[in-house]
């Protein structure tokens, strides 16, 4: 953008246009592309969308195996912006702090049982929540959702979703700064 005006220019050419049509394929990468890269990329692009060159249609191997998901570490601040979704397949994730912003939706997929291995997240931090529409897949009968070493500063208004919600027997509670699915009717006693 410049003064609030898209810019698109073709190479070598100075004239603005815009964009009519429609965006088939996007490609983001981590690292900044070298001449040599760029011009695989755009004779893979070539080839692959409009089927012309003398580029190949299957992407660079230096662009295959780049992982799909950000690299997360203890530092790293998860915010989920109203209306945004997560599935979660892999072992429980430490961030920084954890907010979501509105309604979020998250989908916990485990192998239903070794519970200790159901927790999204460890929060090494602050944690401050909107609604979050759970779907345990499949769904734990007892199970820490996810903790925090810092401050609730809101808490969640949860929805438990999936198979059976409605009459899960379960619900969502906090407890000594962790959200837990617990069977309903549980008694939970702190000394």
Do not use: C
Not at 36 to 51: D, G, M, P, V
């Amino acid at each position: 953008m410049a003064n609030g005006q898209p810019q698109w220019y073709g190479e070598e050419k100075t004239n603005n246009r815009m964009w009519y049509g429609d965006i088939a394929e996007m490609i983001v990468t981590t690292m900044p592309l070298g001449h040599h890269q760029e011009n695989e990329l755009l004779a893979y692009l070539r080839k692959k969308w409009l089927n012309k060159g003398t580029g190949t249609a299957t992407p660079p191997a230096w662009l295959t195996g780049m992982p799909a998901t950000p690299a997360t570490d203890a530092d790293t601040a998860l915010v989920m912006a109203n209306g945004t979704s997560l599935q979660h397949e892999a072992a429980t994730k430490t961030l920084g702090a954890l907010v979501t912003d509105g309604t979020v939706d998250w989908t916990r997929v485990w192998d239903g049982v070794t519970t200790g291995s159901f927790p999204l997240f460890a929060v090494n931090g602050e944690v401050s929540f909107g609604t979050v529409r759970l779907t345990p897949e499949p769904k734990p009968t007892e199970a820490k959702v996810l903790g925090w070493t810092g401050d609730l500063v809101n808490g969640a208004t949860w929805q438990l979703l999936g198979d059976d919600a409605s009459s899960s027997g379960v619900n969502l509670r906090a407890a000594e700064k962790a959200y837990w699915i617990i069977p309903v009717g549980t008694l939970l006693f702190f000394r």
